[in-house]
């Protein structure tokens, strides 16, 4: 809370109290000012560099102008001191309007809205040219999975994988030939948003809006629809929700093909959420935790290997 205080009066909000809104990679705050809403964002320390995030900001500032509903980046990063003093970088962003739609609550016609809005938000990514000193990840097998990946953890975090690494490998493996599938089918590389779960969608009237980019990375388009897919697989309509997703987004009928494909990334992306709990083993809400966490999600997957569902 000190950080994220120190961060509003540096960018002039000041006597401004902050109020917690989660605590996951990032602290997330919500503050108001004059009746102006904004998110104060303080980062975990080490895990992105400065650059990484002044990067994600030029992607929202694009996506603006080229019409997309975003989070307006407010101010310059500020860089405060935490209560140990290990440094943080904080940014701050206007506040969206729009509501997420729980997981029970999500219908088919939910989905189509925002396959279309995914298509579109693709597009205007299309056309983002970077500017000199951009840097973002790419998600391709060695992005998501090897040694250089954002998800890489400690040795520490290494040691927790161990027990789940061979169903890792194996999703690893048929997430390889998915990718060679959207190679050969023409698809190209992109900057993605990586991290389209149901709440980082806010619908407002017939218009999706997308937040939290602090995944953003270069990656296969088909790869956006992973997320969502993964938190609807408990809806009772998830087959629907998935043919309505995916043709919303393609304008095209689901074939099986595709069908086992989104299986795989969905797989993919639960794969990569177990390297992130074992890169944040020491972070509040896992310590002590991740074992067990580790423990259910490769059950999980031991079940996708098994039945290429997720």
């Known amino acids: 809370m000190n950080a994220a205080r120190a ?14 809104l989660g605590l996951r990679s990032n602290a997330v705050y919500r503050a108001e000012r004059g009746g ?4 104060v964002r303080v980062h975990w320390p080490g895990r992105k560099s400065s650059v990484r995030i002044e990067s994600e900001l030029a992607v929202l500032d694009d996506l603006i102008r080229r019409g997309i509903s975003v989070p307006k980046p407010l101010a310059e990063p500020v860089r405060v001191a935490l209560t140990d003093r290990t440094p943080a970088l904080c940014t701050l962003l206007a506040w969206q309007d729009g509501e997420s739609v729980a997981v029970d609550c999500f219908t088919p016609e ?28 790419t998600l391709d097998i060695e992005g998501l999975f090897g040694a250089n990946s954002p998800y890489q953890p400690d040795a520490a975090g290494q040691a927790l994988l ?13 997430t390889k030939a998915v990718f060679d599938r959207q190679r050969a089918s023409g698809a190209v590389m992109q900057l993605i948003h990586a991290d389209l779960k149901p709440d980082n969608l806010l619908f407002d009237a017939d218009r ?28 009772p309509a998830y087959a629907e929700i998935k043919t309505a997703l995916w043709e919303g ?9 595709i069908g086992a494909d989104l299986e795989t990334l969905a797989a993919a992306r639960y794969a990569t959420s177990c390297r992130w709990v074992a890169m944040y083993h020491d972070h509040p809400s896992y310590r002590g935790k991740a074992p067990g966490i580790l423990a259910g999600r490769a059950s999980e997957l031991r079940r996708y290997v098994d039945k290429g569902a997720i």
């Open 249 to 257: 987004f393609s304008g095209r009928a689901l074939d099986a093909v």
């Open 36 to 39: 102006q809403q904004a998110v």
């Open 208 to 235: 999706v809006g997308f937040l939290d980019f602090d995944d953003c990375a270069w990656g296969w388009p088909l790869y956006d629809l992973a997320p969502m897919l993964l938190f609807l697989r408990a809806n």
């Open 7 to 20: 961060a509003l009066t540096a960018w002039g909000w000041h006597d401004v109290e902050p109020r917690l």
């Open 110 to 137: 939910h989905a189509s809205t925002a396959g279309k809005a995914i298509a579109a938000l693709h597009v205007a990514a299309r056309a983002f040219d970077p500017p000199a000193g951009f840097d973002r990840p």
């Open 162 to 174: 161990e027990p789940v690494q061979d169903v890792l490998d194996a999703v690893i493996e048929r």
